[in-house]
């Protein structure tokens, strides 16, 4: 019946939920422990008898990692933020881009995605296109 279709979605858009809300819990925690060894310049710490200017080197570039992770987690934090609130405006699996539907496997792949796997697909040319080639270098 259409009240059986209707109390189904329901449930599992209440799973979905928690799934991103669990998801979000998770990397938020792993973002602030990244912060917290950031801040407290742990890494620097390794310094000792026989330090030398290439040990500086590496504990930059240890840095650098470390602030590049803890960009992707803030980004990912947002990504999800952003699909909750779709969820609750009912647009959770409208393309951003299309308009379309974005399937429900693709859904349970990528729980925070905004656009169809096409859309995603030419979001990501066109990214890779702007980005500078390596080879250039």
Do not use: W
């Amino acid at each position: 019946t259409k009240y059986q279709e209707v109390v189904m979605k329901d449930v599992m858009r209440q799973g979905v939920k928690r799934m991103l809300f669990e998801k979000r819990k998770t990397i938020l925690q792993s973002a602030k422990d990244s912060m917290k060894t950031m801040l407290s310049g742990e890494v620097k710490k390794i310094r000792g008898p026989g330090f030398e200017q290439g040990d500086m080197a590496t504990i930059s570039q240890i840095e650098n990692m470390q602030s590049r992770q803890f960009g992707k987690q803030v980004k990912l934090i947002k990504s999800i933020d952003m699909a909750l609130e779709r969820l609750n405006n009912g647009t959770y699996n409208i393309c951003e881009e299309c308009g379309g539907k974005i399937r429900e496997k693709r859904l349970r792949a990528v729980p925070f995605t905004r656009y169809c796997r096409n859309c995603q697909e030419h979001y990501e040319s066109r990214t890779l296109m702007a980005s500078p080639s390596m080879h250039a270098l």
